[in-house]
């Protein structure tokens, strides 16, 4: 009987696993929302994801979002070096505007403790 805790307990931890990967189909997908703001870096775009509080380096190929732009992104993540110091670097394959976030008046991320 001994392992029947065992067992519930290797449940819960990949129940809690799944949950945190936010819908990627791949391990290098990922997927967010938040509030686009100005990195120290000037050309540096930022996002603390609205449900995962993950603060990701966003880079996009083309067309930036103002800051202060509540978005929808999706990408991969980048591997490599990047020239911004904050968030994980993801690579953005797409982003849309979100109108269910209310973002704040634009300001820029300074490190603090993140």
Known sequence: MKT??????????????????????T???????GCVEKAVENSC??????????LYNLLF???VPSSGTAIQF?????KGATACTLGKPVKVSQWKKEAG?????????AEAGR
């Open 4 to 25: 029947m805790p065992l067992t519930v307990l290797v449940l819960v931890a990949c129940t809690i696993s799944a949950a945190r990967t936010r819908h990627s189909s």
């Open 45 to 54: 775009r930022v996002v603390i994801d609205s449900q995962t509080g993950e």
């Open 101 to 109: 976030i209310k973002c704040p008046p634009p300001a820029v991320i």
């Open 61 to 63: 190929p083309a067309k």
């Open 74 to 78: 999706s990408g991969t993540k980048h």
């Open 27 to 33: 391990p290098n997908s990922v997927k967010g929302s």
